[in-house]
C-alpha cells in the first residue's frame, strides 16, 4: 500500500474542509482527514455536539484545537447526532494517532442520502491535498 492510500483510505467518503464518512446503512460516521490531523499539529482538545443535536450540510458541527490553532469542523452530510466519541474528551490525541479509527468524532443518521453525491472520492480527495 503506497502512503497516499494508507492517508486516503478508498472506502470513505471525503469534504473539502477535510472531514472524512464513513457509511453503514443511513449512518455515516465522520472524523478528520489524516492530512487535516497533520496540517494542524498536536490536537489539544475538541467540542463535539450533543446526541440528538439536527445538523444541516455545511454547518459548523464543533471545534478542534491544536497548540497553535483552532479550527471549525463542518459536516458534509444532514442529520441527527446518534452518537459522540466521548473518549476523545480525555484523549484528544487520538485524532493525530488514529484519524480514521479510534479518532472518529461523530455518528449522524442522515437526512438525505443526497448528500453524499457532493462528497469527494478518495481520488478527488488525494487530488485536492496535492494541490494543496
Known sequence: MSEAEN????????SEQHEWLS???????IGVTDYAQSQLGDIVFVELPQVGDILEKGQSFGTI??????????????????EINDTL?????????????????????????????TMLSSEDYEALIEDA
Open 7 to 14: 492517508r486516503v483510505p478508498d472506502e470513505l467518503k471525503y
Open 23 to 29: 457509511l453503514d446503512g443511513d449512518v455515516g460516521t
Open 65 to 82: 484545537e491544536a497548540v497553535k490553532t483552532v479550527e471549525e469542523l463542518y459536516t458534509p452530510v444532514a442529520g441527527e447526532v446518534l
Open 89 to 117: 474528551e480525555d484523549g484528544a490525541e487520538q485524532v493525530n494517532s488514529d484519524p480514521y479509527s479510534d479518532g472518529w468524532m461523530v455518528k449522524v443518521r442522515l437526512s438525505n442520502m443526497s448528500d453524499l453525491d
